[in-house]
């Protein structure tokens, strides 16, 4: 998988994409908690994937491939500074490589 995050700007946001890959949408699941759980002082929104909102920002995971194998999520982020934005994937990031080591 694409491990690159891209990069654009829309006003008054930059938008950061990333892909992640999962083994079964389980390991999608635990990420998905684990995630929550990391930005638990924030608000958020587990409706359809996630949805977390933070300090002149927010970003969603979500998964359209729950039922196939490998599971593909996208990370769509949006920050009006960069650098936060950045830090926030670096962050939602570590989750995915903590995850990845334990199996």
């Not at 994937?49 to 729950?66: A, R, Y």
């Not at 830090?87 to 080591?101: P, R």
Request: glycine share 4%; no cysteine.
């Amino acid at each position: 998988m694409d491990n690159e995050t891209n990069i654009s700007f829309a006003s008054p946001y930059h938008q950061l994409i990333r892909k992640t890959t999962f083994s079964s949408s389980k390991r999608y699941h635990k990420f998905i908690n684990w995630v929550s759980g990391e930005f638990d002082l924030y608000l958020q929104d587990e409706s359809n994937g996630l949805h977390v909102f933070f300090p002149e920002g927010k970003f969603h995971i979500k998964s359209d491939t729950e039922n196939d194998t490998p599971v593909i999520a996208e990370i769509h982020l949006k920050s009006k500074v960069l650098q936060k934005g950045i830090d926030k994937i670096d962050e939602i990031m570590s989750v995915y490589n903590s995850l990845a080591k334990i199996s």
